[in-house]
């Protein structure tokens, strides 16, 4: 644009001053104002002017536009660092003519921005891509130089996926689209999200084109989850389950991925239509159940490690993708383990019997205990029958006790065998549980792997001695220490039990001994049957008092009054209850007994 040259002001001044004594005529007087007022009408308010820099202060510049006064611009419309010299020409935008002071307003930016305003515009309408590059961060956003004027980039534009860190963006050089556009605020919006949205849909129907089930590609790892991981085809993402990664067990994909690993993966299968893909990793390498009977046989000892354990069992990895199962009941000889875990944690190495090998079916058996002799192969020739030997009570049941002689091994203490003098009815009578006890081994059976142990064994039997302390005739005294529908059970000194009948306890008709007598009593007894291979001893009051004086029975019977069942109770009443309950008393005597009966011989069998 053509500027005319016009007096500076001060000259302007110093004509009107002289006016009378000017050299100059009226008439170029006239010519000289219609010259100056002439520029007026030239420069025009809203146009893009060129100016001279003439000075740069602390935060302004003062430009001349050839115009009755200059021009002051904000130093920061230059750029940072400020890119400017004192005397160079530049194009500035001429906001207003005159502002309150008088002075003339002007505008870098504006300038810059009117410049570029119609390419800018352009690329708007037509939708084409613009490069720009990023300067630098602010609240929301970037600052992008498009064309040598500032753009925004806002956050959400930067990338496909949310960005946290804008300023390892700075610097670059990005494409973008000019998404909104205001010239009257000079604001421009770009987004390079648009342009990445569109460059990936054009690759993906790009891959779907190509993509074929068997298909080999490469990948980038975009994203691992804790079922598997997603993978970058280049524009579109399948997924590598976990299952898929390796042929052996993977506890979570970050194992055996990281993000932006490169990988190699095989197209399992895919979706056009919902654009799904799957992929494997372990198919490209052979399956390593090929060839697993040449390289385990039957007998192989091997380490493992302990990869699970569940109830049934523990599985061992033998190497990657091949495991075999140990069976609860193939970890130990001796010990009966209640649950795997017992013996075994996850991630310890053991070394395993190779049991059973199925290639076909992916199976292999294995036995933790067949790498160790079995204790019972030569328990018998260890302790012969008839060694004695001290133990520790482990458990009681209702049959007898169960007896430690070593680690792990138990034998059996049947209740027949824990004394040689009394009926014992629950082990508890005789030890407890943690106790130590002298046994002796009466035998064992290797095959069904049973230890026979007698407690009463490890001292003499005394009944040949008793024959002589209680013979046939002997007065005896005891205690009742149990009551019985036939008769009482009565203790004797030397912990010997004897019975004396119903019809032996000196009351006539007696048919319920409950009636006369309580647990705890004394009684006077005499000897009437003594059966040293049977062990038994019978005893009668009866025949005691036979001998004695009229005082003693009465006061034995004094002693042993008839006790009413019920109070109130009419003796009619209770003789015709007594005979209901003796009924009902047979009854249950009989199942009881036979009960009692199959759980000795359960017992004598455990």
């Keep these: 644009m053509a500027v005319k040259t016009l007096p500076s002001p001060e000259e302007a001044l110093a004509a009107q001053d002289k006016q009378d004594e000017s050299e100059y005529s009226e008439a170029e007087f006239g010519e000289m104002m219609e010259l100056y007022e002439g520029t007026f009408e030239t420069i025009e308010q809203g146009e893009i002017v060129t100016g001279t820099v003439l000075s740069i202060r602390d935060n302004t510049v003062l430009v001349d536009i050839g115009f009755k006064s200059e021009g002051m611009i904000l130093l920061s419309e230059f750029g940072e660092p400020p890119a400017i010299e004192e005397g160079e020409e530049i194009e500035v935008f001429l906001e207003s003519i005159e502002d309150q002071e008088g002075q003339v307003v002007l505008s870098k ?36 130089d498009l064309f040598g004027v500032e753009a925004f980039l806002p956050g959400s534009q930067i990338d496909l996926k949310q960005v946290k860190n804008f300023d390892r963006f700075i610097g670059e050089v990005f494409p973008f689209r000019i998404i909104k556009l205001n010239k009257n605020r000079r604001n421009i919006v770009v987004s390079r999200r648009v342009v990445l949205e569109e460059e990936r849909a054009r690759l993906r129907k790009q891959i779907l084109a190509t993509l074929e089930v068997g298909q080999v590609r490469e990948g980038t790892v975009k994203n691992i989850t804790d079922f598997g991981a997603f993978i970058d085809l280049g524009g579109l993402d399948g997924l590598l389950h976990i299952t898929d990664i390796a042929w052996g067990r993977v506890g979570h994909p970050s194992e055996e991925l990281s993000i932006g690993q490169e990988v190699e993966v095989q197209v399992l299968n895919f979706d056009e239509k919902r654009e799904r893909i799957s992929l494997g990793m372990k198919q490209l390498q052979d399956p390593p159940w090929k060839g697993v009977s040449e390289r385990y046989t039957v007998d192989d000892k091997v380490i493992g490690k302990v990869v699970s354990i569940t109830d049934y069992g523990a599985f061992v990895e033998l190497e990657q993708g091949v495991e075999g199962l140990v069976h609860i009941s193939e970890m130990s000889w001796t010990q009966h383990v209640r649950h795997p875990s017992r013996l075994v944690s996850i991630g310890d190495e053991v070394e395993v019997m190779v049991l059973r090998v199925d290639e076909e079916g992916q199976k292999i058996s294995l036995g933790l205990k067949q790498v160790q002799p079995d204790p019972w192969e030569v328990l018998d020739i260890k302790y012969p029958a008839g060694t004695p030997i001290r133990g520790t009570v482990r458990n009681l049941t209702t049959f007898g006790a169960f007896v430690e002689i070593e680690e792990g091994i138990d ?71 149990r009551m019985l529908e036939r008769g009482v059970v009565v203790d004797l000194e030397g912990q010997v039990e004897g019975f004396a009948p119903s019809s032996q306890l000196g009351i006539d008709d007696l048919k319920h001994p409950e009636e006369y007598f309580s647990e705890g009593d004394g009684l006077p007894l005499k000897i009437v049957e003594f059966d040293e291979d049977q062990k038994k001893i019978v005893l009668s009051v009866k025949e005691r008092l036979r001998d004695a004086e009229q005082d003693e029975i009465d006061a034995f019977l004094a002693a ?20 209901e309950e003796k009924a009902e008393g047979e009854v249950k005597g009989e199942a009881e007994a036979s009960e009692a009966k199959r759980e000795s011989e359960d017992g004598k069998e455990a």
């Design 411 to 481: 034998g059996l203490v049947h209740i027949s065998d824990m004394s040689w003098t009394k009926r014992i009815r629950h082990p508890n009578e005789v030890v407890k549980k943690g106790q130590e006890l002298d046994v002796i081994v009466l035998s064992i059976d290797k095959e069904r792997r049973r230890i026979s142990l007698g407690h009463k064994q490890t001292i003499e039997n005394p009944w040949a001695e008793l024959a002589v302390t209680y013979a046939v005739g002997n007065n005896v005294d005891g205690k009742i220490s």
């Design 109 to 144: 930016t504006k300038a810059d921005f009117m410049r570029v305003w119609d390419r800018i515009k352009d690329a708007y309408d037509t939708d084409q891509i613009v490069e720009g590059r990023l300067m630098r961060r602010i609240k929301g956003g970037i600052v992008v």
């Design 560 to 579: 042993h009054p008839r006790r009413k069942t019920t109070e109130g109770e009419t003796e009619e009443e209770a003789e015709g209850g007594q005979a």
